[in-house]
């Protein structure tokens, strides 16, 4: 097995890849909940139509004709649905981000992920005892 830990690379090297990485992984929660937005927003939609449709069963026509017209199918956003939101922050913001991740992992640390916290587990680990192995076992 390979040390994961990169005791060649330099401190502040991989310091950096560790704070990259971590905002990484910040845009990549922020990039869920983006999702979550859009799957919510889509079913608020959903939802909404079910309500002009009870109140058209209700008799309240005016006020179901209205909410069909201005809210059903409304933009969230000028001029986009959450479905466009998603894809312009995939193109254009998510891919830009984790290309540059990738050229500074592979550029740094020949492609080696979470170096910082590879460090980490073998700072903070018992050597020798059960469940602190430094890595996952070898097949014989």
Do not use: C
Request: cysteine-free.
């Amino acid at each position: 097995m390979t040390d994961r830990s990169r005791p060649d690379l330099d401190d502040d090297t991989v310091a950096a890849l560790g704070k990259l990485s971590e905002s990484l992984e910040t845009v990549e929660q922020a990039r869920g909940l983006l999702y979550g937005f859009h799957q919510l927003t889509g079913k608020a939609d959903l939802l909404l139509q079910e309500a002009v449709g009870q109140f058209r069963d209700a008799g309240h026509d005016e006020l179901a004709d209205d909410l069909e017209r201005d809210l059903v199918g409304r933009n969230v956003i000028a001029d986009r649905w959450t479905f466009q939101v998603v894809e312009d922050f995939d193109a254009h913001y998510w891919t830009t981000f984790r290309a540059f991740d990738e050229r500074a992992r592979t550029t740094l640390a020949d492609g080696d992920q979470h170096v910082l916290e590879a460090r980490m587990k073998q700072r903070e680990r018992t050597a020798g005892h059960p469940r602190h192995e430094a890595g996952p076992a070898l097949a014989d």
